[in-house]
């Protein structure tokens, strides 16, 4: 289970996290999650993993830190 995240600017120079969130949805407890380029400069992958590495389906939030443009 991998979720896009698509912004409306490129995204290629800046940073970003992810972390589980318990909203009382999702399938199990997020053990771990990572947040990766896409194959486009506009778009985030992220994944979570659960204890066993299994993917899985967890609700999540990104932060993203974008450098200024002049």
Do not use: K
Not at 3 to 26: H, K, L, M, W
Not at 27 to 46: I, K
Not at 52 to 66: F, P
């Amino acid at each position: 289970l991998v979720c896009a995240v698509e912004f409306p600017r490129n995204v290629t120079e800046c940073s970003y996290t992810t972390s589980p969130i318990d909203q009382g949805s999702g399938s199990g407890e997020a053990a771990m999650s990572e947040a990766f380029p896409g194959s486009d400069p506009d778009t985030v992958l992220v994944v979570m993993w659960n204890d066993e590495g299994t993917l899985i389906a967890h609700d999540w939030a990104m932060t993203v830190v974008c450098p200024t443009t002049s």
